[in-house]
Every structure is written in structure tokens, then in C-alpha cells.
């Protein structure tokens, strides 16, 4: 059973919105830090946002502004709320998760991706 599983993916237009959600299974738990990434065709995978358990968020600046990253602490659900989207989004989006796993190993843990695609 993977860790994290990723929904809302899809193919929008430019200009368009979508919106990720990432739920944590139930292999996972003492989940902190929540986070996206993407990664595009033949480039390397990087971040898109992350939120603390707290709700201090981080962007990459290539997304402020137009993504939104928020969480639900008792779900252990993150979400990315993408507006006015840009063909330039087009990646598999990651969601990833601080966590510690059931046989006690702390640390990232992922999910296996959402395509999202922009046309333009």
C-alpha cells in the first residue's frame, strides 16, 4: 500500500484551475511537514509548496500567487489549490510527507503522482 495517494489531476486549459488532494494511508503516521512537487519531462522533480503541521507554507516562486497549499491535520490530507494555470505546470505532481512509516523508519515518504497537463 503506498503511504500517500494522489487525486484531481487532469488535463485543464490555460488559465484553468485544478485542485490536488493527497491523503495519507494508513502505513504512515506522526505526520509533520506536507508537501507538493512536480516534475516535468526531462527535467528533475521540484518543489511546488509545503505547509507545517502549524500552517507555515512555503512556495516556489514560479507559483505564488496562484497556488494555494492548505492541509487537514485530523484527515492527514494536504491539498493544492492551483489557479490560472500555465502550459508551463505540465508535470506529474508529487505529494510527500515527513512521516514515520509502520516498521519505525522516519522520514520522506511520497505518493505516486498526478498528472497534470495545461494546454494551451
Known amino acids: 500500500q503506498v503511504p500517500l495517494v494522489e487525486s484531481g489531476g487532469g488535463l485543464v486549459q490555460a488559465g484553468g484551475s485544478l485542485r490536488l488532494s493527497c491523503a495519507a494511508s494508513?502505513?504512515?503516521?506522526?505526520?509533520?511537514?506536507m508537501g507538493w512537487y512536480r516534475q516535468a519531462p526531462g527535467k528533475q522533480r521540484e518543489l511546488v509548496a509545503t505547509?507545517?503541521?502549524?500552517?507555515?507554507?512555503n512556495y516556489a516562486e514560479v507559483v505564488k500567487g496562484r497556488f494555494t497549499i492548505s492541509r487537514d491535520n485530523p484527515k492527514d490530507t494536504v491539498y493544492l489549490q492551483m489557479n490560472s494555470l500555465r502550459p508551463e505546470d505540465t508535470a506529474v505532481y508529487y505529494c510527500?510527507?515527513?512521516?514515520?512509516?509502520?516498521?519505525?523508519?522516519?522520514?520522506?515518504?511520497w505518493g505516486q503522482g498526478t498528472q497534470v497537463t495545461v494546454s494551451s
Open positions: 505547509i507545517s503541521t502549524t500552517g507555515t507554507t
Open positions: 510527500n510527507a515527513y512521516a514515520t512509516g509502520r516498521y519505525g523508519y522516519r522520514g520522506e515518504y
Open positions: 494508513r502505513t504512515i503516521f506522526s505526520i509533520g511537514n
